[in-house]
């Protein structure tokens, strides 16, 4: 658009906005673009941009006016959207719950959304102040509703808010739903006359989804010292409560990250993957001596593990490292004839061979947990490199970091009653299955992939399981090096996945020697790609 359109589209907006507070906003980026002030007719473009749009896990975006902003103009024309798609569907009147985490803005967005839902006719169920968003999740399933809402940005800076969608069978948006809604949205209208004044009602679900979690152990050593952070976020609180209620009550939390707070103070980072969000969780846990340690993201649906080495010092396991031994202990104990477990294209295919090695099933699929719970039937465990984790399907149809905390608990306490430890098991997988070892590297997103990954670089042979998404490999299947390359769906980087693989060896120590090399040279190999 030209600098004269812009203007037109924020005038319009600002008529349109029913918080008075975006729309003094945007009026002010407005005047100083009209006055000519250097840089404002930009930063206003930048706000009147595309609208949001869903991605791997919902909208997200920064807390802002315009419609490239997370607001309650926002929050109002998608609900919309999302009531009139539901009305089509054949869900009219039905129930809809919806949830919040303690992020800035979230309090209003879910208001605005429970009322608007609850003025189209729907039953709206608000659960009550903040909660994680898999007990949104499983409360959409166990309440039987059309639909569920949680108002979270998960992991992402602190400065983005963001809406995430469940559908009637607990599973994220995937596609036609997700764009149906878009176009639904973006027809509802002026946000200002979009009726939000709906009746809500309040219901506690955490009690239904603290019994379930609690009876996911499958053994019965419950001896167990575990550090704990919730990084500011919401699931600190119910992290404990399942673990008390599953037996593990030695329980230490990092006091300074304990309290919910959306500046997220005492961290660079909200994301547990990121270097030195989980410094103090370690050394809380070399100073009370734990067994493990747990990290949850802001909203609970992810979770990060940390062990003792064997050198006496901390480290966090990588989210593939946790991704096989959840699905070797879920496949190990479990009981359900013809299991499936799934992982994803740019996850360590280790899984497959532990699939195997227990007679299940596996599928891989594009990135998104959206994508993973619809693998297929008799799903028993997913996951993602990117710490998710879903072990409890039948309940909570995402990745659940409490869950997941109460599971590898299980584990780590079931090895520790035998002697043996988180990192002996991996070494005992890696000795059957070959050293798999997988390393992410990023770049902000600039227009897409590499202009070199359109023909293949000698050696390689290149897939492209979606349209966004670039698999190359080279070498032995199941002994070869992997490169995958594809945008985030939640934030504007590239990201790239390299693994190597190691074959079977009894000298664990040695195999992993030789695939750090291997990987170190991997990853020089492709950043001269670049």
């Not at 100083?32 to 002030?37: E, H, L, S, V």
């Not at 996951?383 to 869950?403: H, S, T």
Request: a negative charge; glycine letters at 10%.
């Amino acid at each position: 658009m030209t600098a004269r359109a812009v203007r037109d589209a924020a005038m319009r907006w600002i008529a349109d906005d029913p918080d008075p507070v975006t729309a003094a906003e945007l009026h002010g980026i407005l005047a100083a673009a009209m006055a000519g002030t250097p840089g404002a007719d930009d930063a206003l473009a930048d706000r009147m941009a595309e609208p949001l749009r869903f991605g791997t896990a919902g909208l997200r975006g920064p807390v802002r006016a315009g419609p490239a902003g997370m607001n309650v103009a926002v929050v109002r024309r998608t609900t919309a959207g999302l009531a009139e798609w539901l009305r089509r569907n054949g869900h009219g009147g039905a129930t809809v719950v919806v949830g919040r985490d303690a992020r800035y803005g979230s309090a209003a967005f879910a208001a605005a959304a429970a009322g608007v839902l609850g003025a189209a006719g729907f039953d709206v169920v608000a659960l009550p102040g903040t909660s994680p968003t898999p007990l949104l999740a499983h409360a959409v399933r166990a309440a039987g509703a059309a639909a569920g809402v949680q108002l979270t940005a998960s992991h992402n800076p602190k400065a983005d808010n963001g809406y995430k969608v469940y559908l009637a069978d607990g599973a994220q948006l995937v596609p036609p739903a997700d764009a149906e809604i878009e176009e639904l949205a973006a027809a509802a209208g002026a946000a200002v006359a979009i009726p939000a004044d709906g009746p809500v009602r309040e219901a506690d679900a955490a009690p239904a989804y603290l019994e379930r979690v609690a009876a996911l152990p499958r053994g019965t050593a419950r001896t167990l010292r575990i550090a704990l952070t919730p990084l500011h976020g919401v699931g600190g609180a119910t992290a404990v409560h399942a673990l008390a209620l599953a037996g593990f009550t030695d329980v230490r939390v990092v006091a300074s990250q304990a309290v919910p707070d959306p500046e997220f103070p005492t961290v660079p980072s909200p994301n547990p993957e990121h270097p030195g969000a989980t410094d103090a969780l370690l050394a809380l846990a070399a100073d009370v001596g734990a067994d493990l340690a747990v990290a949850l993201d802001p909203d609970a649906d992810r979770c990060a593990l940390g062990v003792p080495g064997r050198d006496g010092r901390w480290r966090m396991l990588s989210g593939d490292e946790t991704g096989v031994l959840l699905g070797d202990h879920l496949l190990r104990t479990g009981d359900r004839p013809d299991p499936l477990v799934a992982t994803t294209v740019v996850s360590s295919s280790m899984l497959r061979a532990v699939a195997a090695a227990h007679g299940a099933r596996f599928a891989e699929t594009l990135t998104g947990f959206k994508w993973i719970v619809r693998a297929g039937a008799g799903l028993v465990y997913g996951y993602e490199e990117a710490i998710g984790y879903c072990v409890d399907p039948d309940a909570v149809r995402d990745k659940d970091g409490i869950a997941t905390a109460v599971v590898a608990a299980d584990l780590a306490a079931t090895l520790r009653a035998a002697g043996s430890t988180l990192l002996d098991r991996l070494d005992s997988l890696y000795a059957t299955h070959g050293v798999h070892l997988t390393r992410g590297l990023t770049r902000p997103l600039d227009g897409g992939p590499p202009a070199v990954f359109g023909t293949p670089p000698d050696g390689w042979a290149v897939t492209r399981p979606a349209a966004d998404v670039l698999v190359l490999h080279r070498g032995e299947p199941g002994a070869g090096d992997r490169v995958v390359v594809r945008p985030s769906g939640t934030e504007p980087i590239l990201k790239t996945y390299l693994q190597v693989v190691e074959r079977p060896d009894p000298d664990v120590a040695a195999a992993m020697v030789r695939a750090a090399a291997r990987l170190d040279a991997l990853e020089a190999t492709v950043r001269a790609w670049r």
